[in-house]
């Protein structure tokens, strides 16, 4: 009988082993194939990386990237070495001390309070207490010494907004059963700023703590939206240069890598062509400003509006500075450029009630065009031991008071309260830029960058050192902000500053002829440039400013908020 069972033992046997090495040949064949894939796929990702940041930055770009990231490495290995390392870090402390010295005040009239006072205090006391510490020598923002900073929409706005403060100190909109009006305040705010920045219908929004906040949070919806529609696990975003640092700290909290595109002169505008080579798979987000905060310039938001589209991609305008200047420019009779809604690309704006809202420090917001794009920065919690937890940004329970407080305001001041304001600031920062320009004691040193359309004024110097009209400024008690990458410095004009503006500008006339002076005395007494004796500004950006790897700011700037919690 033909069968398996009566071939021989051994044919049987070598059939089997036979069979066996198949087995053997074909497992390793697919580890092979497996180990191949696995291979392929990894070159294909490097590939397509090393594509994009070719097409990205050009072999140019990517070469001066190289050299950029190789200096800094290089320099940062010199400074850990031992002698310079003991160096740096004993000016850095001599710095921090000096600092602590200015900030801190200490000697034997000084009262702290490092502890919990064993018996409460009475309410005089405090009342006695808080009277000193508003009174504290400080750069005077009531004369309109401080350039930003300080938006308040005069002392009657502020009476009402402490008068609202009382009403809701304990009111939080976690809770909206509770505080019903807090809930019904809060969304009448977004109703009003998204109706103010044309907003189609279904567009949404949420108040925030913040420009910063708001910034994040739109961050974050374009990262999750980006996720869930399109599976990106790599998200990058591309920022004009000048774009508020609040984008970067965003990509530090959320992971997303960011790409600078700059902004030349002499539009000081983001550079659209840039933008568009940036572009890849993994984008998640365009960003422009509307106005940005080192130039006060509007991006061309048209032009990014329109590479959105064509490109399906989210689009933010940060108008946290802007806020309520910008969109009524045109009713204050000012020219301005199409930054909002209207401009079909745009899927969402960042708006500071806090800055030329008036409304109390503490408040923003962020708008979306759509709710679906809102959801996507909602925090939800269906299974916590707690209860189910749902809020809508970062922060968990909120002021109550400070909503009222921007309701307030909103209402207060209405639309003719604010293009009355707009045509008081914006007119203003106009003054001081067309002085600049003209005025033959300031313009054959200063010159005003790009061209601003809202209250910021940036200018630099090409014959003198822009740090030392800074410092020379704040000796005369004027706080202005020094810029870099170009150096410069600018003033972001606010309703108090309008009063002082004609002094600012003489002020200025003088700073700048002093440091011409300067200038001659060095040039004929043939010092080098280190010979000169430095301010703050001066020092700060002059000299730390050029280095090649920028530790030993960073190292500064940590001990510089260490400082700030000095008791
Ligand atoms: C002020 C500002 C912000 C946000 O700042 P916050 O201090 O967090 O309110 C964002 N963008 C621009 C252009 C700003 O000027
Ligand atoms: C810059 O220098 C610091 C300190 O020496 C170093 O830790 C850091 O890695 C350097 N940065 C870069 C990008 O090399
Ligand atoms: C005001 O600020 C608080 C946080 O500081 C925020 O919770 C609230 O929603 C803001 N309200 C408005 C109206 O902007």
Known sequence: MPGSSRLPISLRDTLRAQSGAARGRLLALNIDVFRNIIFFLFLLRWTRRAFYQLRGRGVAGSIVDAYVAARRTLYGIFLRLPGVRTKVQTQIA??????????????????????????????????????????????????????????????????LQTEAFGKFTVANPIHPDVFPGVRKMEAEVVAMVLSLFNAPEGAAGVTTSGGTESILMACLSARQKAFVERGVTEPEMILPETAHTAFR????????????????????????????????????????????????????????????????????????????????????????????????????????????????????????????????QYFICADWSGGVYASPSIAGSRPGALIAGCWAS??????????????????????????????????????????????????????LDIYDVADGMGEKGWHLNALQNPPAIHVAVTLPIVVAADKLISDLVEVVEEVREKERKRVAEGKGKKGAVKGDAAALYGVAGSLPNKSVVVDLAKGFLDTLYKA
Not at 132 to 140: D, F, I, S, W
Not at 362 to 374: E, H, I
Request: net charge positive; with cysteine.
């Open 410 to 463: 909103l209402v207060q001041q209405g639309e003719s309260g604010y293009v009355d304001s707009c045509h008081k600031i914006v007119g203003a920062a106009k003054k001081i830029e067309s002085t600049i320009r003209e005025d033959p004691n300031l313009a054959t040193d200063l010159k005003v960058i790009g061209r601003p359309l809202v209250s910021v004024v940036a200018f630099l110097s090409n014959s």
């Open 249 to 376: 700290k965003a990509a530090e909290y959320f992971k997303i890598k960011i790409h600078l595109v700059a902004c030349k002169a002499p539009h000081y505008k983001v550079h659209l062509p840039s933008v568009s080579r940036l572009i890849n798979p993994n984008t998640i987000l365009l960003v422009g400003s509307a106005p940005n905060f080192p130039h006060g310039i509007i991006d061309d938001i048209s032009g990014l509006s329109r590479l959105a589209l064509r490109k399906k991609l989210p689009l933010h305008v940060d108008c946290c500075l802007g806020s309520f200047l910008v969109p009524l420019l045109a009713k204050a009779g000012f020219e301005t450029e199409p930054f909002d809604f209207r401009l079909k690309g745009v899927t969402s704006i960042s708006c500071d009630t806090h800055k030329y809202g008036f409304a109390p420090k503490g408040n923003s917001t962020v708008l979306y065009r759509s709710d679906a794009l809102r959801k996507y």
């Open 94 to 159: 001599e710095s921090l001390l000096k600092l602590e010295r200015r900030l801190v005040p200490t000697g034997p009239g000084v009262e702290r309070t490092v502890a919990l006072p064993t018996e409460g205090w009475s309410e005089d006391r405090v009342r006695a207490a808080l009277q000193t510490m508003e009174g504290m020598e400080h750069t005077r923002w009531e004369d309109g010494r401080v350039s930003g900073a300080v938006y308040h929409g005069g002392e009657a706005l502020l009476r």
